[in-house]
């Protein structure tokens, strides 16, 4: 089948899939790439060609699911993508004869077209179905971080700094100031809506705020926007990291993510009587979350790397707690009323599996709904400077030191591992426990320059 007339050829399918076709013709698509995330949150694609696009909606697209970490044995190797039409856009980048090329974001099926349970996006989509069921919506406003370095002349990435800049800095200290114009307007011809962008505190230290969605299309428009500000580091000679911490003494990347929880009246997190605008709700939902943090984080802050960043100091959250005024722990009300209501979890970082990680945080907080869980008073002190007496005093645990602990935590709370799924609590600890050990065996540059002619 050509690309012309798809849609008047399409049979069966839906309203939304016909209309991909159309746009298909209409913007002269030639190749399509179908998404998907395995469990450590790294994209993969097949690409096939625009005519495909309606045997891919009906039947799904074959793939080789042992070949993928995290997926099935060689033994059960044949899995189904099946494109979501919903997450259809055309790529910003055409060829010399004006085609273009885009993207679906796919769930995986089982042989017998049955969701795959160790698929990271459809894990996602149980936990919302979940909250669904409990008469919710979740929305969430991720604020991902990331540095831009340059390349050496073998055209390798290097910790060099793209720029001098800090935070919320002009040019000319802030040279990437039009880089980041131009990621901002790719992520609109991808239908992103973007509220903010500035440098942050770290030289080639960047944010990009994009406007908040539902659980699942925030996870989707994450895996989008780090593979869109790749490529246009890319094109303009530089390396985008989302690694946590790239250089040590310097404030490490965070992902902090804004959410509330609607129902049939508006904003369930809303209550305008309370000193802090949140509903009893909001309180219980919190308290999940912070009963479960030691649990979740190793979902939420998955390398080894993290955990060079989850120290005091640097502004990023150690210590499970909640406040208004204070950056140091774990969960932030922000000034807002209303429909704006909400809270903000500071500790993910921007490494995450998206679908993964705001799957194990909503379903801590959902449970906490389900036992009224309290999340204690708010602690508006400097906890950076508490002694541990003092932190004993108000109850103030924290979160995991390393991957390793993170992990263990992980495997001890059933909250998790049963929102997670067996398949996916055992292959993605089994990936962290090995890489945990990869590290503890590693001998670093720091340890050689401190020891070596010393011992």
Known sequence: MTTGNLADEADGLTEA????????EEENVKFVRLQFTDITGTVKNVSIPAGQVEKAFKEGIWFDGSSIEGFVRIQESD??????????????????????????????????????????????????????????????????????????????????????????????????SDVRREIIFTLEDMGFEIEASHHEVAEGQHEIN?????????????????????AVAEQHDLHATFMPKPIGEINGSGMHSHISLFDEDGNAFADDDDEFNLSELAYNFMGGVLNHAQAFTAVTNP??????????????????????VNRSALIRVPDAAGTSARFEIRSPDPSCNPYLAYAAVISAGLEGIENDADPGDPVREDIYEFDDEKREEYGIETLPPNLGAAVDALEEDEVITEALGDHVSEKFAEAKNADYADYKTHVSSWEEEKYLEKF
Request: charged share 30%; proline share 7%; aromatic share 10%.
């Open 17 to 24: 899939e016909e209309a991909v076709l159309e746009e298909i």
């Open 79 to 176: 899995m189904r993508l099946e494109p979501d039409p919903e997450t259809f856009a055309v790529l910003p980048w055409r060829t010399d004869d004006n085609a273009a090329s885009a993207r679906l974001i796919c769930d995986v099926a089982n042989t017998d077209g049955t969701p795959f349970e160790g698929g990271p996006r459809q894990v996602l989509k149980s936990v919302i179905e979940r909250a669904e069921s409990m008469g919710y919506e979740i929305s969430i406003g991720p604020e991902p971080e990331f540095f831009l370095f340059e390349k050496d002349e073998h055209g390798k990435a290097t910790t060099n700094p793209h720029d001098s800049g800090g935070y919320f800095d002009l040019a000319p200290k802030d040279l990437a």
């Open 210 to 230: 994009f406007k908040y969605d539902d659980a699942l299309g925030t996870a989707d428009n994450i895996a989008t926007f780090r593979a869109v500000v790749r």
């Open 303 to 324: 390398t080894v790397n993290s955990y060079k960043r989850l120290v005091p100091g640097y502004e990023a959250p150690v210590y499970i707690a909640w406040s208004d």
